[in-house]
Structure formats: C-alpha cells, structure tokens
C-alpha cells in the first residue's frame, strides 16, 4: 500500500504571500491528484500529473516521480485560498486503468486578509 | 451536465436505525467510488463499480455496508444497524476509465455527512 504524506499539516499565511505544500508517497505511481476541500464541504479536483508541471491560474503543481514528490504551490494567496488542500495517488490498476486512490491526511490552509 | 451529485447531503440517524445515501455520477463515467472520511483525516477507498459490477470492496466495508449500481448509472450505499463509528463524510466520485488507458480523472461529488447518535 502506499503510503502518502504531506506538509505541512497546518500552515498559516498573510494574504499575497507564496504558498507551498508538500507531498511525498513511498510506491512509484503514474499520476498524482491534488484536490481542494473547503470546510464541510465536496473535494474539488485541481490537478492529475503525471511529470513536469502544470498551471491553472494561480496554482502550480510540480511533480518528481524519481524522488516520489510533488510540491503545490499556490502565488499571491487569497483568503479564498483557505481549505484543505490534499494529495492522493492511485493504489493501483484495473483494466489497465488506475482506479483507487489512497489520500493524504490533507494541508489545512489559512490565509489571513 | 452538473457533475458528480449526492443526497442526502446531512443526515443525522440513531444507533442501530438504517440508511442509504445515493450517488448520481457524471453521465458518461463508467467507473464509480465510495469513498469514507472521517474528521481530520483523508478519504479512506470503500468499494467501486466499473457499468454495474462491484470490482472490489476494502476491508473497511463490513458485513454492515452494501452497495450497488444496479444499471450501471447511480448508485446506492447502504449501511444496517448504523453504529457511532459509522459517522463520517461518505463521498462518491466517478471517473471514466478506457480498458489500457492508464490515467483518468476522478470527479468528486459534495458528500453526505452521516451522524449517528
């Protein structure tokens, strides 16, 4: 099984400032999910890569699949930033297809106006 | 297409009384998971459905917990004899998956916050 870890666990920030969070899995994968969580609310999908970098906007995802890491970066925050932010990596494959993800405890973030 | 829907989004029930929560996947998504997450934790793999067969279920599914997709389009959870422990937030996602495709994107939908009391 893979194990997924992220940090920070919390992290605080004034609005403006340049956001990281970090996420590392022990069994190598093919791709990586970030997801975003607000409070009692639905997961939102944000990112799936699978090397390299993508940009949406104000986010950025980054992934090392030799180091089994992937940083979230997040420029110019926002108090609207401030959820859960959480990675998850396929456990495995049915049909030839990833299926089942095994998630990170999640990166609760607050930025503050 | 509104994406990934679920109802009820709260429900609060008494210890040992039955629920079943429902799960209406985007359309064309073959692929369909329950997923449990309990406070402070990340989502936990309950089962998945490729059409309207059940392909796997996690330990985590006891004899308590059933659910089907019977045509292959919404699907059902159902948990008997609710417990405390059964409190959580049951997500459902959906995907669609090509047979060799390697990747594809999970779909979330906004939840259903079960309390037992």
């Known amino acids: 099984k893979n194990e997924v870890e992220q940090s920070p666990q919390n992290l605080t920030a004034q609005e403006g400032e340049f956001i990281t969070i970090n996420c590392s899995y022990s069994?190598?994968?093919?791709?990586l999910h970030w997801l975003q969580q607000h409070p009692g609310g639905g997961i939102v999908s944000l990112f799936m890569l699978s090397s390299g970098k993508k940009k949406h906007g104000r986010l950025i995802a980054t992934i090392n699949i030799q180091e089994k890491h992937s940083s979230l970066h997040i420029t110019a925050s926002h108090p609207r930033d401030s959820a859960v932010y959480i990675c998850?990596?396929?456990?495995?494959?049915?049909?030839?297809?990833?299926?089942?993800?095994?998630f990170g405890k999640g990166t609760l973030l607050t930025v503050n106006p | 297409d509104t994406g990934v829907s679920q109802d009820p989004r709260h429900k609060i029930t008494k210890r040992g009384q039955n629920v079943t929560f429902r799960c209406d996947p985007i359309?064309?998504?073959?692929?369909l998971y329950w997923y449990r997450q309990t406070l402070g934790q990340g989502p936990e793999f309950l089962t998945y459905f490729q059409n309207e067969a059940q392909l796997e279920k996690s330990r985590l599914l006891s004899d308590r917990f059933s659910a089907e997709r019977p045509k292959g389009s919404f699907s059902t959870l159902e948990i008997q004899r609710t417990e405390q422990g059964d409190s959580a937030m049951y997500l459902c996602?959906?995907?669609?998956?090509?047979?060799?495709?390697?990747?594809?994107?999970?779909?979330f939908g906004p939840g259903t916050r079960l309390t037992v009391l």
């Open positions: 998850a990596v396929p456990e495995g494959y049915s049909g030839g297809s990833n299926y089942k993800l095994t």
């Open positions: 069994v190598g994968i093919s791709a």
């Open positions: 996602a959906s995907s669609f998956a090509v047979i060799g495709g390697g990747l594809n994107e999970q779909f």
């Open positions: 359309s064309e998504h073959n692929r």
